[in-house]
Nanobody
Framework: QVQLVESGGGSVQAGGSLRLVCTGP????????RGWFRQAPGNDREGVAV???????EYTDSVKDRFTVSRDNAKDIVYLQMNNLKPEDSAMYYC???????????????WGQGVQVTVSS
């Protein structure tokens, strides 16, 4: 079974920070990209940030000056550092793995269970 497990979510005031952590699933042939997606109630799931095995990163415009995605391949961990959080960042955040990860959930091969992030003003 392929497992991606998120942690680090919670509630924070606007302007605060959180760090999300995704563990697993280890090496999967052809699926070395990792990413973070989010979905707020009533909205479609959207891409937030993606990262390749060698450190290539891409962000959606609304977060690129505030969020940083990184990975530790030796530990099989992917991080999403979220700074200067805004209420509009509130959503369920999902870790993902795929062959290539444009900011489009249709390209995702594996999903984590999701972790809630709530930002209050």
């Amino acid at each position: 079974q392929v497992q991606l497990v998120e942690s680090g979510g919670g509630s924070v005031q606007a302007g605060g920070s959180l760090r999300l952590v995704c563990t697993g699933p280890g090496y999967i042939h052809g699926n070395s990209f990792r990413g973070w997606f989010r979905q707020a109630p009533g909205n479609d799931r959207e891409g937030v940030a993606v990262i390749g095995y060698g450190g290539y990163t891409e962000y959606t415009d609304s977060v690129k000056d505030r969020f940083t995605v990184s990975r530790d391949n030796a530990k099989d961990i992917v991080y999403l550092q979220m700074n200067n959080l805004k209420p509009e960042d509130s959503a369920m955040y999902y870790c993902a793995a795929g062959r290539a990860l444009p900011l489009n959930p249709e390209w995702v091969s594996y999903w984590g269970q999701g972790v809630q992030v709530t930002v209050s003003s």
